[in-house]
């Protein structure tokens, strides 16, 4: 057993896996997608290492990109001395600056446990799945509206943006680059699903996806402003993602903080039920 590089004729290999953990790696297996269509990414920017089993099936995989950021598929983690010794090897090959691990709890701390350098922070989540394909409803609300937004609204919307990620997403001892919040929420209204809540066109709620893979999309950046909150947007947002996503036969995964309770209560409310630990490990 060892660890390979993967190359097109292993894609399909390596999506099988994939596709049998979706859930925990949507944003894994949204790089393996362009414009629909199977495709290994260029191995200039970023690499696929997987491993076979004793039947020779691939059984574990890990996306590894130029600036040191790691996806990893890994559903079995009893392995040979060898197998371990080796995947180490190749980690530490790799670019540090700016890392990141993202992925289930047991991923990401096996991979924190192989890398020469512990992380400077790390964030763990529970790691929510929405599995049916009936959509959920919300009460009708007459003093705001929902819409899905488009690149249009990357101005309007920006405010919003950084309200959500000084709150939810600033690591300590980081401060906001407004322009490159900018940049990547333009990107996202460009390719995921989001929407929008507002009053007299004054965006006041926001919620959408965040990776969008074979059959799962990832929701994220769900956030309401404080004035506006515990009042159902939020749950009206989530409806409409549910009611979208089920009409594409798409299934929903996301990540929560533990201590987020009235999120978790809607997902709940939304049919999400927790399936496992999440967890990202930043490195300086």
């Not at 690499?47 to 990893?72: F, H, K």
């Not at 992380?119 to 009460?139: F, G, I, K, N």
């Not at 549910?242 to 999120?263: I, M």
């Amino acid at each position: 057993m060892r660890w390979y590089t993967a190359r097109e004729k292993e894609l399909h290999e390596v999506c099988a896996l994939l596709r049998s953990r979706e859930w925990a790696c949507v944003a894994f297996s949204e790089r393996l997608l362009r414009e629909g269509r199977l495709q290994l990414p260029p191995r200039v920017r970023e690499r696929i290492i997987y491993y076979r089993d004793e039947d020779q099936r691939v059984a574990g995989a890990i996306l590894q990109t130029i600036s040191g950021v790691l996806l990893p598929c890994l559903p079995r983690q009893q392995w040979q001395p060898r197998l371990t010794t080796q995947l180490a090897e190749r980690l530490r090959r790799g670019s540090l600056s700016n890392a990141m691990i993202m992925g289930a709890g047991a991923d990401v701390r096996l991979l924190e446990s192989l890398l020469p350098r512990r992380p400077t922070h790390t964030v763990d989540y529970l790691l929510m799945v929405r599995e049916r394909l009936q959509p959920e409803t919300a009460a009708a609300a007459d003093w705001f509206q929902i819409r899905r937004a488009d690149q249009t609204d990357s101005e309007r919307l920006a405010p919003l943006q950084l309200c959500y990620e000084i709150e939810e997403v600033l690591l300590p001892g980081r401060t906001i680059n407004s322009a490159a919040t900018l940049r990547g929420l333009r990107a996202r209204l460009r390719t995921q699903q989001t929407y929008l809540a507002h009053i007299d066109g004054e965006p006041i709620a926001m919620a959408g996806t965040n990776a969008r893979g074979f059959s799962y999309d990832q929701v994220g950046g769900v956030f309401t402003l404080k004035e506006y909150r515990n009042r159902g947007v939020s749950r009206a947002l989530m409806a409409e993602l549910t009611r979208t996503s089920c009409e594409a036969q798409r299934r929903l995964s996301l990540f929560v903080k533990p201590s987020n309770q009235a999120a978790i209560h809607i997902y709940k409310q939304m049919g999400f039920v927790t399936r496992d630990s999440f967890r990202i490990s930043y490195y300086n």
